[in-house]
């Protein structure tokens, strides 16, 4: 048995409640980023001009405000000029979410097609790889075991006794 410090991990991906919360904490950063571009997209088209929290501690409030329906809430003085009537915000606000919401679900259908954990596809030959790497005379003695449906054991002819190879003949019963 080996030492616990050398012994290797057959998973090495974490504990399962890892990557859940890794992606459920990316989901909420941006929807936070999405909202406050939200605000910014409509000050920029709508209102005076471009408005984006001036720090970390500005995020919190200006999240508080949106969420509350006080969009300029948590800004500095001058930028809350800027912010347009809240129609405005929340439309813009929709669209970016709306954006991120397509941009999140085509990566997991990419990942999805793409990237499953045991897809026994990326390990499968091609016929031509198969062909190449065995020959015709290997593949050909080896073709009980690699299609036993079509090339099995001796088999009887349905409504006789004389030994056939290959498929049966006569009804499929």
């Not at 800004?75 to 709306?98: F, M, S």
């Not at 997991?108 to 990326?122: I, K």
């Amino acid at each position: 048995m080996t030492p616990p410090a050398r012994r290797r991990d057959p998973q090495p991906l974490g504990q399962g409640w890892e990557a859940p919360a890794v992606l459920v904490g990316g989901l909420l950063l941006g929807l936070a980023l999405a909202a406050l571009a939200g605000l910014g997209l409509a000050s920029a088209c709508f209102g005076g001009g471009w408005v984006w929290p001036s720090g970390t501690p500005t995020v919190g409030r200006v999240l508080g405000g949106l969420l509350t329906g006080h969009p300029g809430r948590g800004l500095l003085p001058a930028q809350a000029r800027r912010v347009p009537a809240t129609g405005w915000v929340y439309g813009c606000l929709a669209g970016c979410e709306l954006l991120l919401l397509g941009c999140c679900s085509a990566a997991g259908v990419l990942f999805a097609r793409y990237h499953r954990p045991g897809d026994t596809r990326a390990g499968m030959a091609s016929r031509a790889e198969t062909k190449r790497v065995l020959g015709v005379s290997q593949l050909h003695a080896a073709k009980t075991v690699i299609r036993p449906d079509l090339y099995g054991r001796y088999r009887t002819r349905v409504g006789g006794s004389t030994p056939t190879r290959g498929r049966l003949t006569g009804p499929r019963s």
